[in-house]
């Protein structure tokens, strides 16, 4: 089974300044990795995702995350953000064979003020 | 339609009560899944649909929950009996891949609120 890990429940940070949400992930086979957005009152959207290739992935709206299998870790960056980044992020798992649901983790929200 | 629609949106009930939630998937997509998410935790997930038939559904979480898919189209969870702890966003995806390598098209929820 793979079980992913947010390390903060809430990031505050000022508009403009850098932000980095954390994600690890626990798995005994090899995964795709991916992280959604859920803005106020709407449903997720995908942000980014990790399937293969280079570990370095590039998303919507600046986004960029980091794949590092040997800190197993998948950590979402932006080097700076707007107001309308407000939203919470969820950093998600899934094994890369055969069927497999999506584990989410539980949510970093990202409060960005001016 | 042009994205996962999910009805109701809100829904308050009380305890003891049989709920239903609806999903209509986005047109051709074949895969559906169903995830609950409480309040301060991630998404949990419920079950899996490919086409009508559920190959998965080990995330129900006990036999007053259920639920069903017609064809390749609408699918409804039925909470039998609510509890408290059921209160609850129940949120639909969508896919078209029968492999869990991309993105999920995610309504925007039910929130249920059992008193």
């Known amino acids: 089974a793979q079980s992913v890990t947010q390390l903060d429940s809430q990031v505050p940070v000022f508009e403009e300044a850098p932000v980095e949400l954390r994600c690890n992930y626990s798995?005994?086979?090899?995964?795709?990795l991916f992280w959604y957005v859920q803005y106020p009152n709407q449903g997720l959207q995908l942000l980014l995702k990790?399937?293969?290739?280079?570990?370095l992935v590039k998303g919507i709206n600046g986004f960029e995350a980091e794949f590092n299998k040997s800190q197993t870790s998948f950590h979402l960056r932006k080097p700076s953000v707007h107001i309308s980044d407000t939203a919470e992020y969820f950093c998600a798992v899934s094994k890369n064979s055969g069927y497999s649901t999506l584990t989410f983790g539980k949510g970093t929200m990202l409060l960005v003020s001016p | 339609g042009a994205g996962v629609s999910q009805s109701p949106s809100n829904k308050v009930t009380e305890k003891g009560k049989d709920v239903e939630l609806r999903c209509d998937p986005i047109s051709g997509h074949t895969a559906l899944y169903w995830y609950r998410q409480r309040l301060g935790q991630g998404l949990e997930f419920l079950i899996y649909?490919?086409?009508?038939?559920?190959?998965?559904k080990s995330g129900l979480p006990s036999d007053r929950f259920s639920a069903e898919r017609t064809g390749e189209s609408v699918s409804t969870l039925t909470i039998q009996r609510t509890q408290q702890e059921d209160s609850a966003v129940y949120l639909c995806a969508s896919s078209s891949r029968r492999k869990n390598t991309g993105e999920l098209f995610f309504g925007e929820g039910s929130r249920l609120t059992v008193l």
């Open positions: 798995s005994s086979v090899s995964v795709y």
């Open positions: 990790y399937l293969s290739g280079s570990t």
């Open positions: 649909f490919q086409g009508n038939s559920a190959p998965d």
